[in-house]
């Protein structure tokens, strides 16, 4: 097939066969809500994957960090340590609970700065949330460490890392509480979803609880002692997350492969930092995105690049921005005066290209192809196609 004229989306997900079975199945069963058998069956063999005893599946990865920070108890005026380099939804429920978000820069991994939180610890400080993010796991030693001196939680958001490890337990297992996506550029999708996980049975049935309205099963129905959200997960989602759930190994190397090929084939790229395939610890990279960066040699910021790879067809998305940047947070008067320059770099330098699980070889070569001679032409005045 001519690939020459293709547009490659930044991520297109894979569905590995058993999918289809799974979701008729609640068609033809008619089980297709919450209460469903597979919402279940997902909890358990996720949460085990995990090392974890338990699993409550969510709308999504946004509501499943809402309920983490609601579920341990966090509000007003509690500090939570977390990275200015993160998607919103890890602070929203931060923010909106009344605790106070204290941030923290990234280092070049673009994960928090480890060596960093000892110094925001206060006497109010009640947690750390660590976020893995794009493609190696957070430095978890010192912060275990630190969490256990100073009685902190730590919440995981553990979204872009399922089936990563780290000091060969699996992301996910280090929280308190840990929280997965769905989405579909994730390594599981089941379009949109989630999961809390965590060990402890009390802290399980408090997120059962406030991901279904706070219905008390002890109570008369409809009468409710608090507020919850509606973020359960469908039986027909949690279908298609089993389906997904039975290749997780596959994806996972999959994904390393692609780094890796990426990694080949664009070696002496110009004005391109590629991501290391393993971090300092030896640990691998997960590649959940192919993340790369513009020196600061570089003439261009990734925002003008990301214009000039989309005229080639090479779908892209440029990085988080910083929560110490955000206007919404400016308006409300935080973090004002607060420079973290590693976020404030990566976010204007980075961006990641094409990575989605069904993204063939012969693809990947084509969408390198496209992206050397976008940035060969930089120096020479723009890309001609
Ligand atoms: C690290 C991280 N946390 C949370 C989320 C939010 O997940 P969702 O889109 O399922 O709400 C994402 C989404 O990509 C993410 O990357």
């Not at 569905?15 to 068609?27: A, D, P, R, T, Y």
């Not at 991994?109 to 939180?117: A, R």
């Not at 940035?375 to 001609?384: N, R, T, V």
Request: proline share 5%; with cysteine; aromatic share 8%.
């Amino acid at each position: 097939m001519d690939l020459s004229t293709v547009a490659f989306p930044v991520n297109t997900p894979k569905f590995w066969g058993n999918e289809q079975e799974l979701v008729s199945k609640c068609i033809e069963t008619g089980w297709i809500s919450s209460e469903g058998p597979a919402v279940k069956e997902f909890e358990t063999k996720l949460a085990a994957r995990c090392q974890r005893k338990h699993g409550v599946a969510v709308a999504n990865g946004t509501a499943a960090l809402d309920i983490a920070v609601k579920a341990l108890g966090l509000s007003t005026g509690d500090e939570v340590i977390l990275p200015s380099f993160c998607i919103i939804s890890c602070i929203n429920q931060v923010v909106r609970g009344g605790c106070v978000p204290v941030l923290v820069d990234s280092d070049d991994s673009f994960n928090m700065d480890v060596s960093q939180v000892a110094a925001k610890i206060t006497p109010k400080t009640k947690a750390i949330m660590c976020v893995h993010t794009y493609h190696f796991p957070v430095d978890m030693e010192p912060i275990l460490a630190l969490a256990k001196e100073h009685g902190l939680k730590i919440i995981e958001d553990a979204a872009e890392m399922i089936g990563q490890t780290c000091m060969g337990r699996p992301c996910g297992s280090f929280g308190d509480i840990s929280t997965m996506s769905f989405y579909p550029n994730k390594h599981i999708t089941t379009g949109e979803g989630g999961m809390v996980l965590c060990d402890d049975p009390a802290l399980a049935e408090r997120c059962q609880q406030l991901r279904n309205l706070c219905f008390d099963p002890k109570k008369r129905r409809f009468v409710h002692e608090d507020l919850g959200w509606n973020y359960r997960m469908t039986n027909l989602q949690a279908a298609l997350g089993l389906g997904q759930l039975e290749h997780l190994e596959a994806a996972v190397q999959r994904k390393r492969e692609i780094g890796r090929k990426y990694g080949e084939l664009l070696a002496g790229c110009p004005h391109l930092v590629l991501p290391q395939d393993k971090n300092s610890k030896g640990e691998s990279n997960i590649y959940w995105v192919y993340g790369v960066e513009l020196p600061s040699s570089a003439p261009l910021d990734a925002e003008e690049v990301m214009k000039r790879l989309a005229a080639a067809k090479v779908g892209t998305r440029p990085f988080f921005w910083p929560m110490h940047e955000q206007p919404v947070f400016r308006e409300m008067g935080l973090f004002k005066g607060l420079s973290f320059p590693v976020a404030e770099r990566i976010a204007r330098r980075g961006f990641y290209i094409p990575s989605g699980l069904a993204l063939k070889d012969e693809e990947l070569v084509e969408v390198a192809r496209r992206v050397r001679k976008v940035m060969e032409e930089i120096g020479s005045g723009g890309y001609a196609g």
